[in-house]
């Protein structure tokens, strides 16, 4: 069982705009910068969100990332058939001295 | 543009060694901080543990009794070694270039470490 928990599964259509949730604690993302990823199979994994809310250069400003407390989210709009993946969360926690991530979100586009 | 690439054997007998490589092309291996990450099938991503530019590891609680992660500065790779492997350490094993956040104020700091880019990863199999 993942330290941080995220729905498994989410889905839209294009154009939509879909959330992915990431819940935590006070160790983990209530104290320390969240950052976002996305699986795909046979491809190098990406990071698509880093500090919370900066988007690294190359990916698109439909995405976009907050944090309140001990959840963060990644929003993504105008979805498009090439955002289906996997995406995780991830933080560092103080209490384990470990880096952790959530379980996952399979991310559908219909 | 930095990439990296995996490599070692795709299959490991139980009790012994698991050891992959990361070769790095685009940037100076001595430059930067490196880590290993990996997936077990059907799961989720774990973390195994980082080296510093200046060779200093940090290893995953979990695994820090059988981690080994070093650095071969000349072949500008750097490698993992996991000892006494179980079924439990199939996976996919990923190498990142890791940079590191930290915010200070009066109060306290706000850290995170995150990886870019990544290796492809490779499947290793214990059996």
């Known amino acids: 069982q993942s330290v941080l928990t995220q729905p498994p599964s989410a889905s839209g259509t294009p154009g939509q705009r879909v959330t992915i949730s990431c819940s935590g604690s006070s160790s983990n993302i209530g104290s320390n910068y969240v950052y976002w990823y996305r699986l795909l199979p046979g491809t190098a994994p990406k990071v698509l969100m880093y500090r919370n809310n900066q988007r690294p250069s190359g990916v698109p400003a439909r995405f976009s990332g907050s944090k309140s407390g001990t959840s963060a989210s990644l929003a993504i709009s105008g979805l498009r058939p090439e955002d289906e993946g996997d995406y995780y969360c991830a933080a560092w926690d103080e209490s384990l001295s470990d880096q952790v991530f959530g379980g996952g979100t399979k991310l559908t586009v219909l | 543009q930095v990439q990296l690439q995996e490599s070692g054997p795709g299959l490991v007998k139980p009790s012994e060694t698991l050891s992959l490589t990361c070769s790095v092309s685009?940037?100076?291996?001595?430059?930067?901080?490196w880590a290993w990450i990996r997936q077990p099938p059907g799961k989720g991503l774990e973390w195994i543990g980082n080296?510093?530019?200046?060779?200093?590891?940090n290893y995953s609680p979990s695994l820090k009794s059988r981690v080994t992660i070093s650095v071969d500065t000349p072949k500008n790779q750097f490698s993992l070694r996991l000892t006494s492997v179980t079924a439990a350490d199939t996976a996919v094993y990923y190498c990142?270039?890791?940079?590191?956040?930290?915010?200070?104020?009066?109060?306290?700091?706000?850290?995170?470490?995150?990886?870019?880019?990544w290796g492809q990863g490779t499947l290793v199999t214990v059996s």
């Open positions: 685009g940037a100076s291996i001595s430059s930067h901080s």
């Open positions: 990142a270039r890791l940079f590191r956040d930290i915010y200070c104020d009066n109060s306290s700091c706000t850290k995170g470490y995150w990886f870019d880019p």
């Open positions: 080296i510093s530019d200046s060779g200093d590891t």
